[in-house]
Structure formats: C-alpha cells, structure tokens
C-alpha cells in the first residue's frame, strides 16, 4: 500500500532560496519570502552584490548598479566585453611597419609608431635612402 503525502501549505515545496525563510499566507494559498540581507526576488533568489562573485575577469572593477541587482565592468586598459574577458587587439599586431621596423603601441591603445633601421624613412618606414 503507498500513501501519496500533499500539502496545501505553498511553503512546504522551499521555494525560497538562499536560506530565506518562507512565510505562508493567512489563506494558505500562497507565500512570501523574508530574504537574508543580501538578497531579493520573489523567492530572494538575486544577489543584491553580484559583484561578491568577482564576475569582471583580467584586473577590471566590478560596480554594483545602483538597483544593487546587476553590475557592470569597468575593463582595465586593452580589454573589452560584459565581463572584460575580450582583449583588443593592439594597432601594432597587424605589422604595419616596413623592412623589419620596430612597431611602438602607444598608451591610448589606438596608435603606434614605427622606429624604422638606418636607411628607412617615412610613417612605416617604406622609404629606403641611398648612401651617396
């Protein structure tokens, strides 16, 4: 013989997450949920401080917005992306200085320079000079 146990208390499934606890209604019919500090939802199931999981990757800084259930990544120079995690790709890996120059990025990761050989001239170092 097998009994099949059902509860009309809404409580008695734990919606509630994170350890808050379930409250049910006078009519017992439905619930709230108190949430620990911390957290919100109907069933405290968001992180007010998603930034406590360190979502921002490769030195960037995590801010939680003002609503305290999102954030956003303030990337540390060269990277981009939600979470930081794309690098940009610098002016100087597409090799655009001539005859074995030297590429320079420069801070602003936008530009470059070109430190061209002896004999070379010009932006990419394309123009050779002749001895006389």
Known sequence: MCF?????KPCFSSPCSNGSICNNTQDGKNYTCTC?????????????YPCDSSPCSN??????????I??????????TGRHCETEISKPCDSNPCSNN?????KQDGKNYTCTCRPRYIGTYCETGICNK
């Open 59 to 68: 030195g960037s800084i995590c801010n939680n917005t003002h609503e305290g």
């Open 70 to 79: 999102n954030y956003t990544c303030a990337c540390s120079p060269g990277y």
């Open 4 to 8: 099949l146990f059902t509860s009309d």
């Open 36 to 48: 620990l500090p911390g957290y919100t939802g109907r069933n405290c199931e968001r992180d007010l």
């Open 101 to 105: 120059s030297v590429c320079n990025n």
